[in-house]
């Protein structure tokens, strides 16, 4: 069941969002060379908690961390170690959000650790793009197809694989909620986008085939060819204009 927000519970959801993208900015700032993935979930936690918010990946089916962050060929559920060092050249995927006021937010960024292969920036870039091309595609009365197949045929013409396992979702008094919003699909299928719906877009591409696996941690999702993969994601509001992005500084 699709829930749709009042105005007044949307700008409750702008806290939330305000919190999860100003984590993610500092978790961000902070990949460099010989920083460990659990140095870095610790800087997104003490920032969440600071703002009288909470973690909400933090125990979610039971994960074990603030922050997923996947690097390289780890597609998204990344899991913070003390053991895993960021070296120079790595594509650091980092998803996470807080939730405050009863209200979540959600989102993710791929970070360049210093410098990347031109392959690497130009998947990272190409990510980011879709996420924007999908998010000008929510707008009430347009369907979840136009938004899914924006973002596919973006990254389809760069010969990507666009991730299908996975898929981005609703997203308000719960962590998830319905409706799933796939980053594929066709124009004017799937169900049509009311004013009030929050959702989470949030592309997930790899360098090479859509296909992936999942880590013996039953956590870790990694590209099954071994290539390189980016994620970025907002948490928006549908309105009949253009939505509104609430995971924004
Ligand atoms: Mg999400």
Redesign the pocket.
Known sequence: MIVLKTRREIELMREAGRISAEALKLAGQAVQPGITTAEIDKIAYDYIISQGAKPNFLNYNGFPATACISVNNEVIHGIPDNKHIIREGDIVSI?L?AVINGFHG?N?ATFPCGKISPAAKRLCETTEEALYIGLSKCVAGNRLGDVGSAIQEHCAKRGYGIVRDFT??G?GAH??EDPSVPNYGKPGKGARLLPGMTV?I?PMINEGTQDVRILKNNWTVVTADGKLSAHF?HTVAITEGECIILTKC
Do not use: K, Q, S
């Open positions: 998803d959000g959600d993710a981005g979702h997203i962590l998830h989470a949030e994601e």
